[in-house]
């Protein structure tokens, strides 16, 4: 990340960009060493905040965070249970006052919130992939994430055309009792992609509706419009074992459609989320360690760090940065 800030950050940002990222690094040390659980979500969520600075400076349109703030607010429903009755405000940018959240949430997403938003604790933790089946075992429901078998890209070089098949195992849909039209439609793959036959015995192959063009017949100089079209519906995972990355789609329920955020953005709420509480509650950060959510909370706090750095660092880069093998 430092070389990306120092060779593509445009200089009259840079400066700020490589503060941030020091801060960034400090607060993630502060954050992962061990005998610190008390302040882990804390720490861990300045040292994000600080990477979503250095990375919207790097590769956003904004010039400076100065006087920026967070761009989220943790409230409580009528129940004032923690977790389960817990909401985050998101506020929009304004000509006045960058808001943190939504500036990451514009680079991510190509488009900034439309007005104030709110999202679910109880909806945005099952997103997480990591200790997934954690959550699953602690709130009685399925799991909803179904593994990618393998993603390849097609280029048609008399068409001078390219686009991206998806395949998944038939086994993972029916051990979670998912139908192949709720695969689509939960997915958010429905509106650009079909099932086609799969050349593949035991896959299901799912196809792009919609062809990238490829003028030149060099399908390397076209791929990343291909990708950037399905990039928020693919969840990832950062491994030190082949093949380095691991890709799943999540299927959400029509009902938190509303609360379905790309993957780095719903890591980043429910970190402020408990870094919110770790500070202003703290004993309530431990009585959450000790309730039925607790082994995925912990999971969550000890787990996710490293996994954040990784995809913030490929998202930095522009290119899959992924964890070394122990040679």
Not at 32 to 37: A, C, F, M, Q, V
Not at 95 to 106: H, I, P, S, T, V
Not at 246 to 262: D, F, N, Q, V
Not at 301 to 307: A, E
Request: glycine share 4%; with cysteine; hydrophobic share 40%.
């Amino acid at each position: 990340m430092r070389q990306t800030v120092e060779k593509e950050c445009p200089r009259l940002r840079r400066d700020e960009a490589l503060a941030t990222l020091e801060q960034a690094e400090d607060f993630y040390v502060m954050g992962t060493e061990r005998g610190t659980e008390a302040a882990q979500p804390l720490a861990l969520y300045y040292s994000y905040m600080n990477l979503l600075k250095t990375f919207c400076l790097t590769r956003g349109a904004r010039s400076t965070f100065d006087q920026a703030q967070h761009g989220l607010k943790e409230r409580l429903r009528a129940g004032r249970r923690e977790l389960v009755d817990a909401y985050l405000v998101a506020d929009q940018t304004t000509a006045a006052r960058a808001q943190n959240f939504d500036e990451l949430y514009g680079l991510l997403t190509g488009t900034h919130l439309a007005g104030q938003a709110n999202y679910d604790l109880p909806a945005l933790l099952p997103q997480i992939l990591p200790g997934h089946r954690l959550w699953a075992q602690a709130s009685g429901k399925v799991e909803r994430f179904i593994a990618i078998h393998d993603l390849q890209f097609w280029h048609d070089a008399t068409a001078h055309t390219l686009w991206l098949r998806i395949y998944l195992q038939a086994d993972d849909l029916s051990r979670l009792n998912v139908s192949h039209t709720r695969l689509l439609a939960e997915s958010g793959l429905g509106a650009t992609f079909r099932e086609v036959q799969s050349d593949v015995p035991r896959q299901i192959c799912l196809e792009q509706t919609a062809t990238q063009p490829c003028p030149n017949n060099y399908p390397a100089d076209h791929i990343h419009h291909v990708v950037e079209t399905v990039r928020p519906s693919l969840w990832t995972t950062v491994s030190s074992i082949p093949p380095y990355r691991r890709y799943y789609l999540y299927l959400c329920p029509p009902a938190e459609l509303p609360h379905r955020l790309p993957q780095l953005l719903s890591m980043y709420a429910v970190t402020f989320y408990l870094g919110s509480i770790t500070r202003y509650r703290p004993h309530h950060f431990d009585a959450l360690l000790q309730g039925a959510f607790g082994p995925r909370v912990r999971d969550f706090v000890t787990g996710q760090p490293l996994q954040f750095l990784y995809l913030m660092a490929s998202e930095m880069a522009r290119r899959d940065v992924a964890k070394p093998s122990i040679l």
